[in-house]
């Protein structure tokens, strides 16, 4: 009798969204849809960006994903259970600083832990050694207001990792660094993602930057009614480093084919933006 072939499950993804609307109502009666009907999956392990214009819904999706709002219609599945409550595997870091300004850097870090009951001096412990791997063991005792724009995003990061999340979702969180400092922290980022490999769901409006960090780009159209209309695998050898990887051939290839899908919908979006 031969021997029969088991199938191994196929592993769930870290996030799905499947056929997703969310619907605002305005203060003067009726609704505003700003997603509709949008399908995307994030593996386990994944970096995945989404671009597209001003007011499409991207951080939206982040907040789907989160569990911040609930769809109007559609699921939302993390690792394969419908998420109906705030996402407790996710791990969240804004555009805008989420500091304590009364607390130093390293009482930031710490206090996720400390707020979910690890004592004090083993969370501040763990609060010293991440501060160190994103290069500010020195900075601990400082407060927000004596670190720099992009020492505060180093504060963040280290402030969402310690609690150790399965996935980062992450809304523009080095859009208001100059670009020197963009592309530190963006290797910054890569490194201490390849460590671990979370999945990983990181908007921003920068092309170039989606393409250099993630293994899939995805475009969102113009809203209302905003949804998915491309996704590109990256095909771009690891580890990168940002600004070598932008003088690639397949980089420039590839952002020139995705340009042309973006350029129409960010036109779409300024024309709204703007009344016109």
Known sequence: MADS???KPTPASAVALSDVSI????????TYTAVERTELTVADGEFVAIVGPTG????TLLNIAAGLIAPSSGRVDIFGSTLGALNRQAGYLFQADALFPWKTALENVAIGLETAGTPSGDARAQAQSWLTRVG???FGDRYPHMLSGGQRKRVGLAQVLIRDPKILLMDEPFGPLDAQTRQIMGNLLLDLWSADRKAVLF???DLEEAIALSDRVVIMSAGPAAHIIGDWKVPLARPRDIGEIKLDHA???????I??????EVTKGYVQTEGG
């Open 5 to 7: 072939a088991i199938a």
């Open 23 to 30: 619907a605002f109502r305005l203060a003067g009666g009726g």
């Open 56 to 59: 499409c819904g991207k951080s």
């Open 136 to 138: 500010l063991g020195s």
């Open 203 to 205: 908007v921003t409006h």
């Open 251 to 257: 980089f420039h290839e590839l952002h020139r084919d």
């Open 259 to 264: 340009w042309h899908t973006l350029k129409a």
